[in-house]
């Protein structure tokens, strides 16, 4: 029996934080969702390598945003694959973003989170396959 994928989502809206368990759950993912960025790096700091993905809104409320939660993360582990998610910080991206990032706009489909999702580990395994 394989391990089900452990991915960090960070979002500070109650009912999309669930939304999101929910659907990443069906997808076959196991999540770790906190609603702050200050918890988010806590949790990197402790142990980078063992989330396959970073999925994380921009605006946070106080505290770390998702640009500084990634670049944490991006320090810590290389390769992590990072997706963020914003209602209005897209046009941010090309100059807070990490590279190799994805950014969906809300809203979004929930499939158009899984298949970003599934591309990014799926591109990050095949680049770690080259390296």
């Known amino acids: 029996m394989t391990t ?3 991915l ?4 500070d809206e109650a ?16 999540t770790m969702v906190l609603s702050n960025g200050a918890a988010a790096i806590r949790e990197l700091k402790a142990d980078a390598s063992r989330f396959r993905a ?13 640009w500084e939660v990634a670049h944490v993360g991006r320090e810590l582990c290389p390769t992590l694959p990072v997706l963020y998610m914003s209602g209005d ?15 969906l706009s809300k809203p979004f489909a929930m499939a158009q989170l899984v298949v970003a999702v599934s591309q990014l580990i799926t591109q990050s395994d095949t680049s770690s396959l080259v390296s």
Do not use: K
Not at 55 to 66: A, K
């Open 89 to 103: 910080s897209a046009g941010e991206w090309a100059a807070n973003g990490v590279p190799s990032s994805v950014m």
């Open 54 to 66: 970073l999925v994380t809104d921009i605006r946070l409320g106080t505290g770390p945003n998702g």
């Open 15 to 30: 009912l999309l934080h669930l939304a999101l368990e929910d659907e990443l759950a069906d997808a076959g993912y196991a």
């Open 8 to 11: 960090l989502v960070v979002e």
């Open 4 to 6: 089900a994928p452990l």
